[in-house]
């Protein structure tokens, strides 16, 4: 299988513990998104790249969150400093750039559930 | 500002019957829209995207959506309906002029009975 994959899918941490998550994203895809959903609700955007670069972050996204995709591949998503109101579905989705410079569909992984005790 | 709206929490239809999720937007300039589906412990998945052109779109599983200016609707459809379409539903728009920034609706929960 060569779509996105997360680990870990699950993590349950304390209050006030750092967590890292981590996504792989289709091989070929150049565009890299993270995303938050909470019960009931669709994904919320959080912040995307291109390649190692990131282009975009939300400004719902507060200091406690970072997120690096340092070779252009790989990314990771650390959360520092838990908070209960962290706990949530954390989705990556991947992308390739589309050629007329309109937003292409993405594909997202399985998703890291956390679970903030 | 951009965004989308589905009015329904829950669509309840027949299996084999026609079936309809609604999405409406709010968008300036020309919109990109997009369904996805969301199955029990999985991630999500593409459906199909209006970009422009036809306001006929088609997508994956036999689904279709027709882009509708005047009304500022994208709903999703399906002219007979399986229980295997049973699902979480989600229109998306992006934020902006971002390529990469969606804003997704609170999604609509489609059952399907036998």
């Known amino acids: 299988d060569t779509g996105v994959s997360q680990d870990p899918r699950h993590k349950i941490t304390k209050r006030g513990q750092n967590v890292t998550f981590r996504c792989d994203p289709i091989s070929e895809h150049n565009r890299l998104y993270w995303y938050r959903q909470t019960l009931g609700q669709g994904p919320e955007f959080l912040t995307y790249f291109q390649n190692e670069a990131q282009l975009e972050k939300s400004r719902l996204l507060s200091d406690r969150f970072s997120a690096e995709r340092p070779k252009g591949s790989f990314s990771t998503l650390e959360i520092q400093r838990t908070e209960q109101g962290d706990s949530a579905m954390y989705l990556c989705?991947?992308?390739?750039?589309?050629?007329?410079?309109?937003?292409?569909?993405?594909?997202f992984g399985p998703g890291t559930r956390l679970t903030v005790l | 500002a951009q965004s989308v709206a589905q009015p329904e929490d829950q669509v309840n239809v027949a299996e084999g019957n026609p079936l309809t999720v609604k999405c409406t937007y709010s968008v300036s300039g020309n919109p990109y829209l997009f369904w996805y589906v969301q199955y029990p412990n999985r991630g999500l998945q593409f459906l199909l995207k209006y970009i422009t052109g036809d306001n006929l779109v088609k997508g994956s599983y036999g689904f279709e959506a027709e882009f509708n200016k005047s009304q500022t609707s994208f709903h999703l459809k399906k002219p007979s309906a399986l229980v295997s379409d049973s699902a979480l539903y989600f229109c998306a728009v992006p934020r902006g002029r971002s390529q990469g920034n969606l804003i997704f609706g609170k999604g609509t929960k489609l059952s399907v009975k036998p």
């Open positions: 989705a991947s992308s390739s750039r589309a050629a007329t410079g309109s937003p292409n569909e993405q594909f």
